[in-house]
């Protein structure tokens, strides 16, 4: 590979994977791109809807997280905690986390729909 520690070529080759339908394939390469950067937003998202989608809540959420504090204002951050959260039947957590997601997006249908 011409550039090995890129995170963000990494997370680049992750999306591709991930629109292909290879979930192994794009779950490592985020995993790469977490290893060279702990706090890239991006494979911290892309690692963590993984997760959620195959109901590993508890390593959403951990991922989810990390990302809140490197992004404290990202809507789709809390969103996705608030899903996670009410998976796990943490509702005032998942009220609490939609409400902050409402609060920075407020035109974004599907965060109301949650």
Not at 35 to 40: G, L
Not at 51 to 58: S, T
């Amino acid at each position: 590979m011409i550039v090995p520690d890129n995170a963000e070529l990494f997370t680049a080759i992750g999306a591709v994977y991930l629109k292909v339908g290879h979930i192994d394939g794009a779950l490592e390469n985020f995993n790469i791109a977490m290893n060279h950067d702990s706090s890239f937003n991006n494979a911290l998202l892309g690692a963590a809807s993984i997760y959620q989608d195959k109901y590993e809540f508890e390593s959403a959420l951990i991922k989810y997280k990390l990302a809140s504090t490197t992004n404290p204002n990202s809507p789709l951050v809390w969103n996705n905690l608030g899903l996670c959260f009410f998976a796990k039947q943490k509702y005032v957590a998942a009220v609490t986390c939609l409400k902050r997601a409402i609060y920075l997006d407020p035109f974004e249908w599907i965060i109301s729909y949650n």
